[in-house]
C-alpha cells in the first residue's frame, strides 16, 4: 500500500481557498464574499458543474465578519484492499483543504476534499455543542439540467428539469448538464447525523439546498456532519465506475477477524415449514448458492407489538407450517449452506440486545432488518448501532426499505446490502431499472430482490435473459437471485406458496446463476444512459460476466470485448431472449471463442436482456 502525507499551514488573511484534484479535472473553489458568505463552486475539467452556492449551518448569517483564521493542506496518495466490492482494490488519492473559520457567530469549519473521482466536504464543530436545525448547503445549477429523482427510496426514479422539483428528492441525484456532461450529488459517511435530501431553494429555480430530516444535536462524539459530495464524468457510467468515492469517504475497516464475513448468493424460503427450509439447503447445494433466507413470519406477525424473535412461532397467515427451524439451521450447516432470518425492527427494537446472541447461539450466520426507522438522528444512530452490535455476534446484516448506503461497509463490512431500491418486490420493468443502475447503485450495493420463474418476470419486467443480466448489473455482496421462486420438494401449497405453484424448472441457463461470484476483482461499467440501455462487465479471477438491459427501446449492442487479457483466448458462453427458443423460458444459449479484438454485435427488443460469461481458455 502506498501512502504519504504532506501537511502545510497558512495562517495568511485570505477570502478563497482553491482545492484541485491530483489529475487535475476538479476544482473546487471556496470564496467568501459580500452576497452569499460563505459559498463554493465546482469545475470539472473546466467546466462549470456546480455555480457558486451558499454554504452554512443554522441561523448563522455567513455574510457578517467571517474571515479565514488559517488553512492546513494534507496530500494523500493511498490505497486498500476491501473485504469484498466491486474490485479488489480501490485508490485513495486526494488533496485536502481543512479551513478554520472565525467570526462573530460562525461555529463551524470546513473540511474539503478533491479526488479524480470527484470533490466532497463537510462541517466540523470544534466548540459547538448545541442543536443543528437545518444545514443551508446549495448546489447551484442550470435551469435546463435534467435529473433523475425518487421522492422516496422506492419510488419510480424519473426524469424533470432541476427547475421542475417541487418535492423533497432522494440522494445521489443524477443531474445531465448537457449532452457529454453529467454530475451526480449526494451524501457519504452518515453515522450518527440526520440524513440530507435534497429541496428546490424557494424563490431560486434551479438551485438545490439541503434538507435534513430531523435536528441534530451535537456533542463529543457527534462534531462534524457527512459529507457531501459531487462527481461528474462525460458519461453517466464513468461516474458509476468510480462509486467508490463513496467508500473512501469513511472510516477503514474496525472488524479485526474478517473471516465468518461470507459474501453469496441466496435464495428465499417463502413457505415458511421445514419441508421447504429442507429442499431449498438442498438446492442451494446443487446450485452453488450459499445461503437460504427465511422472511417475515417465522417468529409471528411482524406487525404485531407482541411478537417474539427469540421463538420460533409462525405466523398463520404467512404458513401452514410446521417449522423446526434449528433442525434446518443444523442440516444447512451440514451442507455448509448460511441461515438469514428477516426480523422486523417492532422486535429489533425492543429485543435487539438478546435477540442478536440468541440468534447466533442457533448458529444464524445473518440477519435481514426489516422496516427500519431511518431518517433522523435518533434512528440513524440506532442502525448504525445495530450493524456493530451485529459484528460483536459474527452477525452479517441485509437493511431493507428505505435505507440507503453512505458507505458504512467499508468500517464495517458484515453491512452485506441494503434495499433502498425498487426492486423485483415492485416489479419495475428495464427501463426503470436502468434508472436505478444509474442513480441509486452510486451509493452502493442494493439487495433488488431478484426472481425468475415467477410470472411478473414476463408479464411485466422484461424477460428471462434480462433477470440473468440485472444480476451483473446490480451489485451486491449478497445476491437473491430466486425471490419468488421455490425448489422441487418444497410446499406447494399453504400461504406462502408465492406468486405461482410451480417449482423452479431445471433450465439449462441456470448455469449462469450458478457459476456467478457476488464479488469482483474488477468493474467496468461500458456504457449506457438511464432508461435506455446499460452494459456492466465484471471479473472474478479469470472470468468474465457481461450483462447488458435495454429499455424503452430495442438497441443494437456492440460490446467490444477490449477489457479481456489481450495475452489470453476465452470462450464465452451468451444468453439471449429468443421468441423461437424451445426453452420454457425462450433463453437462447451460444458458446464461442473470443479474444480481446472481439465484438459481440446483437440486436436487442426493448425491455430485454444479454448474458456472457467468459471463460479464460
Not at 475497516?253 to 448468493?265: F, H, Q, R, V, Y
Not at 427450509?277 to 406477525?301: P, R, T
Not at 406462502?496 to 441457463?509: C, L, S
Request: charge should be negative.
Amino acid at each position: 500500500m502506498l501512502f504519504s502525507i504532506i501537511t502545510i499551514s497558512c495562517s495568511e488573511k485570505k477570502k478563497s481557498v482553491e482545492v484541485k484534484s491530483p489529475d487535475g479535472h476538479f476544482n473546487l473553489l471556496f470564496n467568501i464574499d459580500e452576497k452569499l458568505g460563505t459559498s463554493y463552486s465546482v469545475k470539472y475539467k473546466g467546466h462549470q458543474i456546480i455555480e457558486p452556492s451558499g454554504l452554512g449551518i443554522g441561523a448563522i448569517d455567513t455574510t457578517q465578519h467571517i474571515e479565514i483564521d488559517y488553512v492546513k493542506t494534507t496530500k494523500v496518495d493511498s490505497s486498500w484492499i476491501p473485504v469484498y466490492g466491486e474490485k479488489n482494490q480501490y485508490q485513495d488519492t486526494y488533496q485536502e483543504s481543512f479551513i478554520a473559520l472565525k467570526g462573530d457567530d460562525i461555529k463551524f469549519n470546513l473540511r474539503i476534499r478533491a479526488y479524480n473521482e470527484g470533490v466532497a466536504f463537510r462541517y466540523e464543530f470544534p466548540k459547538h455543542r448545541g442543536k443543528i436545525e437545518e444545514e443551508k448547503t446549495e448546489f447551484s445549477l442550470p435551469l435546463n439540467a435534467d435529473v433523475w429523482a425518487s421522492r422516496m427510496a422506492q419510488k419510480e426514479i424519473k426524469k424533470s428539469k432541476v427547475s421542475e422539483i417541487d418535492t423533497i428528492v432522494e440522494r445521489p441525484l443524477l443531474i445531465q448538464l448537457n449532452d457529454s456532461l453529467f454530475a451526480a450529488i449526494g451524501e457519504a459517511g452518515l453515522v450518527d447525523y440526520s440524513r440530507m435530501k435534497f429541496m428546490s431553494k424557494p424563490g431560486y429555480p434551479g438551485t438545490l439546498v439541503s434538507k435534513l430530516d430531523s435536528l441534530v444535536q451535537l456533542s463529543d462524539s457527534v462534531d462534524k456532519s457527512p459529507w457531501r459530495f459531487i462527481m461528474a464524468g462525460e458519461r453517466p457510467a464513468e461516474i458509476l465506475e468510480n462509486n467508490y468515492l463513496i467508500l473512501n469517504l469513511n472510516e477503514p475497516n474496525k472488524i479485526e477477524n474478517t473471516s465468518w464475513i461470507k459474501p453469496g448468493k441466496i435464495i428465499r424460503e417463502s413457505t415458511l415449514t421445514t419441508q421447504g427450509g429442507m429442499a431449498c439447503v438442498d438446492f442451494a447445494e446443487k446450485h452453488h448458492l450459499q445461503f437460504i433466507e427465511f422472511d417475515a413470519g417465522w417468529y409471528g406477525n411482524e406487525y404485531d407489538e407482541a411478537s417474539d424473535a427469540t421463538t420460533v412461532t409462525i405466523d398463520p397467515n404467512r404458513s401452514n407450517g410446521p417449522l423446526d427451524l434449528k433442525a434446518v439451521i443444523q442440516y444447512a450447516k451440514s451442507k455448509n449452506i448460511g441461515v438469514v432470518l428477516y426480523v422486523n425492527r417492532r422486535s429489533m427494537e425492543k429485543q435487539l440486545d438478546d435477540v442478536l446472541p440468541l440468534l447466533s447461539s442457533w448458529g444464524v450466520t445473518g440477519l435481514k432488518y426489516g422496516f427500519v426507522n431511518v431518517g433522523s438522528q435518533e434512528w440513524t444512530s440506532w442502525l448504525h448501532d445495530a450493524v456493530r452490535k451485529a459484528a460483536d455476534h459474527k452477525l452479517m446484516v441485509d437493511i431493507h426499505d428505505e435505507y440507503r448506503p453512505t458507505g458504512y461497509s467499508r468500517t464495517y463490512p458484515n453491512l452485506m446490502t441494503q434495499e433502498g431500491i425498487r426492486g423485483d418486490e415492485e416489479s419495475p420493468k428495464n427501463s426503470m431499472v436502468l434508472n436505478t443502475l444509474f442513480t441509486r447503485m452510486i451509493a452502493g450495493a442494493g439487495d433488488q430482490t431478484n426472481c425468475y420463474f415467477a410470472p411478473r418476470v414476463t408479464e411485466i419486467m422484461g424477460s428471462h435473459t434480462s433477470q440473468l443480466a440485472k444480476a451483473v448489473c446490480i451489485y451486491s455482496p449478497w445476491q437473491f437471485l430466486y425471490w419468488y421462486d421455490r425448489p422441487e420438494g418444497s410446499d406447494a401449497d399453504g400461504p406462502g406458496a408465492g406468486d405461482t405453484k410451480t417449482f423452479i424448472q431445471e433450465v439449462p441457463e441456470l448455469a449462469f446463476y450458478d457459476a456467478l461470484p457476488t464479488v469482483w476483482d474488477d468493474t467496468k461499467i461500458i456504457d449506457g444512459f438511464p432508461g435506455e440501455y446499460g452494459i456492466v462487465a465484471r471479473r472474478s479471477g479469470d472470468d468474465w460476466f457481461v450483462g447488458a438491459l435495454t429499455g424503452v427501446k430495442g438497441r443494437q449492442l456492440n460490446i467490444s470485448l477490449d477489457f479481456l487479457d489481450k495475452n489470453k483466448n476465452y470462450e464465452a458462453t451468451i444468453y439471449s431472449d429468443d421468441e423461437n427458443s424451445t426453452s420454457i423460458t425462450k433463453v437462447n444459449i451460444e458458446t464461442r471463442k473470443v479474444n480481446s479484438n472481439d465484438t459481440i454485435n446483437h440486436q436487442l427488443l426493448k425491455e430485454n436482456g444479454l448474458a456472457m460469461h467468459i471463460r479464460s481458455l
